[in-house]
């Protein structure tokens, strides 16, 4: 298992704060897990702050959203022929201490894809009223679309095997591309399975998405995904 | 209405500006500032003005022929959203073409010059020892 070559792909934008914590608490976990940070255009010191703490650092010249920084790492694992890739945000809601649950799956050949979960578990995350219809929602439409029982659509603590970075270093959905990545990942007839993890609630900084946002949010989602159904496959699907 | 024709005046004026926007277009592309690409359907859009303009019973004709009565000219307007709209819905394409390719670029450049400062430091290293 050792012998596995492994990185941790962490996406960062504007978390100057956050990054250091997040890197330390990965090498704490796990000291010979490899790590990257995608810095997407970010306009303080994330870069240069993973930099000192003696990360490797892509930085994109300016901001791409999550997709395409998301992309960058994983083309940089693809390229450098990582066998396992775990993606982690570097704000700090991803616990490093549940990455053995996320990894597991993937490590042991029983999934191309592993989705840490906040609701399998179905304790500790709480959200808001209306935010929990939208998941709720979001997760009916993947769970019909994939014939596959899932629950938490928008999460970005995943592991990937080289079969699933082959697919996302050549073609990954920018808008959001947790939703669309899990319909594609089952087009693409990889096997995906959810673990359940806990998060944190965001110590500094606000998540992207506001209660505000999400009927438009929604709205945009379902449209991509519906849209999604009917995309010509950069990457043939026999392929895969 | 049947058989009514443009004004002479009118047609004359509109001509010569369908001419003049023909002339603009292929200028541009003459002086490499507009692609032959993108210039495809301002010619067409051109060529449809100049012909409507200059064949003077035409509109009231393309008028009867789709029904429209009482007042021809609408027609001209209908044409003229149309190729607006078919001009927009191109620039979309072209720009959504530009911004994956620039998504891309962005993250080739960062692969690039992560490779670049690692090879860089890999060699002070092997300078020095």
């Known amino acids: ?10 996406p ?24 990257v940070v995608v810095s997407d255009g970010s306009a303080d010191q994330t870069a ?27 083309k940089y694992a693809w390229e450098q022929g ?21 990894i597991g799956p993937v490590a042991a050949g029983e999934a191309d894809i592993a989705v840490g979960s906040r609701f399998v578990a179905g304790d500790g995350y709480r959200p808001s009223a209306s935010r929990r219809l939208g998941i709720r929602l979001l997760a009916t439409v993947v769970s019909a679309i994939a014939r596959q029982r899932v629950t938490d659509t928008t999460s970005g603590f ?19 591309p947790e939703v669309e990545g899990m319909v594609m990942t089952i087009k693409h007839k990889l096997r995906l399975v959810e673990v359940p993890v806990q998060m944190r609630e965001r110590e500094h900084g ?6 505000f946002r999400s009927v438009y949010y929604m709205a945009k989602v379902l449209t991509a995904l519906f849209v999604g159904l009917f995309r010509r496959d950069v990457i043939p699907l026999e392929k895969t | 209405m049947i058989g009514a024709q443009t004004p002479l005046k009118v047609s004359i004026a509109a001509t010569a500006a369908s001419l003049v926007l023909l002339l603009v277009v292929f200028e541009l592309i003459r002086s490499r500032r507009l ?18 303009s200059a064949w003077r019973g035409g509109l009231n004709t393309i008028a009867g022929w789709l029904g429209v009565r009482g007042y021809p000219p609408a027609v001209l307007f209908a044409v003229g959203l149309l190729f607006v709209i078919l001009v927009l819905l191109h620039y979309s394409t072209v720009i959504s073409r530009l911004s994956d390719q620039n ?10 010059e992560l490779q670049l400062s690692e090879d860089r430091a890999r060699d002070e290293a092997s300078v020095r020892g």
């Open chain 1, 158 to 176: 995943q592991a990937l095997n080289r079969r699933a970075l082959e697919l996302f270093a050549a073609d990954y959905p920018h808008d959001y």
């Open chain 2, 35 to 52: 692609r032959e690409r993108y210039a495809l359907l301002w010619i067409l859009t051109g060529v449809v003005l100049v012909a409507l």
């Open chain 1, 48 to 74: 240069e702050n993973a930099e000192a703490a003696g990360v490797r650092v892509l930085r994109l010249p300016y901001n791409l959203g999550i997709g395409g920084a998301v992309q960058t790492g994983f």
């Open chain 1, 206 to 211: 606000r998540s992207s998405i506001t209660a």
């Open chain 1, 1 to 10: 298992m050792s012998a596995e070559k492994r990185i941790a792909i962490v």
């Open chain 2, 103 to 112: 998504v891309i670029l962005a993250q080739r450049l960062a692969l690039l």
């Open chain 1, 82 to 102: 990582y066998d396992l890739a775990v993606r982690l945000d570097g704000d700090g809601q991803h616990v490093p201490s549940e990455l053995p649950s996320v």
């Open chain 1, 12 to 35: 960062a934008y504007n978390e100057e704060r956050n990054i250091v914590r997040v890197i330390g608490e990965l090498r704490t976990f796990d000291p010979d897990l490899d790590i």
